[in-house]
Structure formats: structure tokens, C-alpha cells
């Protein structure tokens, strides 16, 4: 994902993709499913403390606005290199 430079549209395919129990929402533990795929060497702790980022509510999951800044504000991109 582009991060700021993502379009609307890859944000929406992004959402749904990972959104896999279609509770419009993203909860830690679906994106945790996906971290071998995205960031193979990372951990639950990296990804909560990026999740905790955006997460507004402190629900432990990201709805689609929490999620939108979470790739605008390339978060995701953080996660991905290893970021903390």
C-alpha cells in the first residue's frame, strides 16, 4: 500500500480483504492472521503498539476511519519495515 499516496479505492479493497469476518470493522487479530504474509518477522506487540495509534475508541479494532488514517498516516508501511 502507497500509504498517503493510496487512493480511495485501494483503501476500500484493503479494508475489505482484511476485514474477513465482515463486522465492518478490523480487529487485532485479523490483521495479526495476515502479519506472517505482510511482516514476517513481526510481532503482536509491534502490531499493537501501531494499532494504538489510530485506534480511537481503544476497542482493539480499527473501523474504516481508524484504518484510513492508519494507512495515511503510513503506519502500515512503519509495520511493515519493522518499525516500532
Request: glycine share 8%; net charge negative; hydrophobic share 35%.
Given at each position: 500500500?502507497?500509504?498517503?499516496?493510496?487512493?480511495?479505492?485501494?483503501i476500500v479493497?484493503?479494508?475489505?480483504a482484511?476485514?474477513?469476518?465482515?463486522?465492518?470493522?478490523i480487529?487485532?487479530?485479523?490483521?495479526?492472521?495476515?502479519m506472517p504474509v505482510?511482516?514476517p518477522?513481526?510481532?503482536?506487540?509491534?502490531?499493537?503498539?501501531?494499532?494504538?495509534k489510530?485506534?480511537?475508541d481503544?476497542?482493539?479494532s480499527?473501523?474504516?476511519?481508524?484504518?484510513?488514517?492508519?494507512?495515511k498516516?503510513?503506519?502500515?508501511?512503519?509495520?511493515?519495515?519493522?518499525?516500532s
Open positions: 500500500m502507497k500509504g498517503s499516496q493510496a487512493t480511495q479505492n485501494e479493497q484493503a479494508f475489505h482484511l476485514d474477513t469476518n465482515r463486522s465492518d470493522s480487529h487485532i487479530d485479523e490483521l495479526a492472521a495476515f505482510i511482516i518477522n513481526g510481532t503482536s506487540q509491534m502490531l499493537f503498539n501501531h494499532i494504538t489510530v485506534d480511537k481503544n476497542d482493539y480499527l473501523d474504516f476511519n481508524e484504518f484510513t488514517a492508519f494507512i498516516k503510513g503506519i502500515g508501511r512503519q509495520l511493515s519495515l519493522g518499525r
